[in-house]
Nanobody, 128 residues
């Protein structure tokens, strides 16, 4: 069993930067592909970024490419999402997700049935 706890959300002005963290409890963190998703009010949950369990390959949604960086620290069982040049449209609840032996890449997917664990989310509000 893996539990994921997100932190780092808050209210930030447009153009600012923010780093979200997701810390996992449980064993074998390094075997999990980790992903960040977000869900804005009235919208469907969407993929933001992913990092593979092996080799650390990363993937990003087009809407955040060039503005976000996902990284992981297996010793700390934590995955990060560093966001820069924040826009009002980045306002959403951000969720961390884990899938074992996976790339973490859900680009273009509308359903996320393969994800094994979800965090409860952290709210990011970008003021314009």
């Amino acid at each position: 069993q893996v539990q994921l706890v997100e932190s780092g959300g808050g209210l930030v002005p447009a153009g600012d930067s923010l780093r979200l963290s997701c810390t996992a409890s449980g064993r074998f963190f390094s075997t999990y592909g980790m992903s960040w998703f977000r869900q804005a009010p009235g919208k469907e949950r969407e993929f933001v970024a992913g990092i593979s369990w092996m080799g650390g390959g990363t993937s990003y949604a087009d809407s955040v490419k060039g503005r976000c960086a996902i990284s992981r620290d297996n010793a700390k069982t934590t995955v990060y999402l560093h966001m820069t040049s924040l826009k009002s449209e980045d306002t959403a609840v951000y969720y961390c997700a884990a899938t074992q032996y996976h790339t973490g890449n859900y680009y273009g997917r509308k359903t996320f049935d393969g994800i094994e664990y979800w965090g409860k989310g952290t709210l990011v509000t970008v003021s314009s």
